[in-house]
């Protein structure tokens, strides 16, 4: 089974770009991932799945300065001209042939 | 637009069933190649999945919670369901049910989230 492993926390400036990265463990390298966003109080809310290509395909409403890419067990989420409500916790979730769901601890993200 | 909402009490004991329903509008829970899952938020903690079923009834189960998780579907009600038996105190968390469009595939579509507090 897949592990998933984020950095706890990362912050950046308001109007800058920021990239987040989720890590599959060996041996799971090539999986895709789904990156989901979690304001302060709410529900989780889709952002996009990326591929080990480095393609990526958003959910509906993403604005485009969200975007996703790949390296290698790497997989990132890349938020540019940062906003306030930009500001939450990231976690990235991925799954198995047999359906077993799992998801990495989050990034909370602060903007500066 | 599809939605999801969680119900079920707030307060379950010790030792007892956490039943909680997820209700689904604005598509069918018997459409094809959709499954449905709930997930749970411990306070301040990270997400864990707890299970998924397919409107035929296959369910999948995190093993970590599998000898004491129960999903079932009513899909003349377009609702599924979560029995956690033998609750404690670990188990308090926000409740979220969602939908994967396909089996290898993330959760596209969450429910708001029920809080349930493990506490006699």
């Known amino acids: 089974q897949p592990v998933l492993t984020q950095s706890s926390s990362a912050s950046a400036s308001l109007g800058s770009s920021v990239k987040l990265t989720c890590t599959l463990s060996s041996g799971h390298s090539s999986y895709i991932i789904a990156w989901h966003q979690q304001q302060p109080g709410k529900a989780p809310r889709y952002l996009m799945k990326v591929e080990g290509s480095g393609s990526y395909n958003k959910g509906s409403g993403i604005p485009d300065r969200f975007s996703g890419s790949s390296s290698g067990a790497d997989r990132y989420l890349t938020i540019s001209n940062l906003h306030f409500e930009d500001e939450a916790d990231y976690y990235c979730e991925t799954w198995d042939s047999d359906i077993h769901v799992v998801f990495g601890g989050g990034t909370k993200l602060t903007v500066l | 637009q599809l939605q999801l909402q969680e119900s079920g009490p707030g307060l379950v004991k010790p030792s007892e069933t956490l039943s909680l329903t997820c209700t689904v509008s604005g598509g069918s829970i018997s459409r094809s190649g959709f499954y449905w899952g709930w997930i749970r938020q411990p306070p301040g903690k990270g997400l864990e999945w707890i299970g998924t079923i397919y409107y035929s009834g296959r369910t999948y189960y995190n093993p970590s919670l599998s000898s004491r998780v129960t999903i079932s579907v009513d899909t003349s009600k377009n609702q599924f369901s979560l029995k956690l038996s033998s609750v404690t105190a670990a188990d308090t968390a926000v409740y979220y049910c969602?939908?994967?469009?396909?089996?290898?595939?993330?959760?596209?579509?969450w429910g708001q989230g029920i809080l349930v507090t493990v506490s006699s």
């Open positions: 969602a939908r994967h469009e396909i089996a290898a595939a993330p959760f596209d579509y």
